[in-house]
């Protein structure tokens, strides 16, 4: 029987007495897209925070390939191959598209190092395959600070890639696009599954929909239901918690 790749069981989290996670269990497998939808309060933000180490459990086991990430600093468990988008681009809006690629890309993470040190040749090669990849590779010699927030979407996710990560998390990538950049961002996250287990945050239901993926419901810290999102919309108790209304 194949193992997940990244696993909670029983995860709880207390602030002064508010759980914001009770009793979460979750399993990811490799290669695996899953969106992870709720109201505002859900405990989604809460979700991420304890996969990467920015939140400690108050109880329960989180591991990634078999081995427990409780205790881990952020940068340990970002380097041992779990990469987060915040919602926000994160991006250096001073230096170009190409350059932000290759800070996230070289061994070497630091701005000024890139400047002394050459990029081996499969890097460079890496960095020219993700920005054509995400489509800015025409951008390669403009400012970060002067794409349109898609594109700035589109150079985060593609930083992320850049970093090599085996789990892409990503926390509402269509926050502020365009139909037409939430389209393209659905194909463009769709295309990483497989490669990448990735799982998508969102708000955005016609999104969800495009993305095609198992969708888990969170409630006031706790998993409500999970799977097909035509089937999740029909639960009652969705409807009741998120959607507001049914389809009728």
Known sequence: ??????ELKDVSVSFDGFYALTDLSLTLMKGELKSIIGPNGAGKTTFLDVITGKVRPTKGTVSFRGQSLIGLSEQKISRGGIGRKFQTPRVFENLTVQRNFELSASPHKNALNLLVDRLPVSVKDEVQRIMNYVGLAPFATHQAGSLSHG?????????????????LLLDEPVAGLTDEETVRTAELIKSLAGDHTVVVIEHDMEFIRD?????TVLHQGQLLTEGPLDKVKQDPRVIEVYLGQSDD
């Open 151 to 167: 594109q700035k979407q589109w150079l985060a996710i593609g930083m992320l890639v850049a970093q090599s990560p085996e789990v």
């Open 211 to 215: 993305l095609n993926a198992p969708v």
């Open 1 to 6: 029987m194949t193992k997940p790749l990244l």
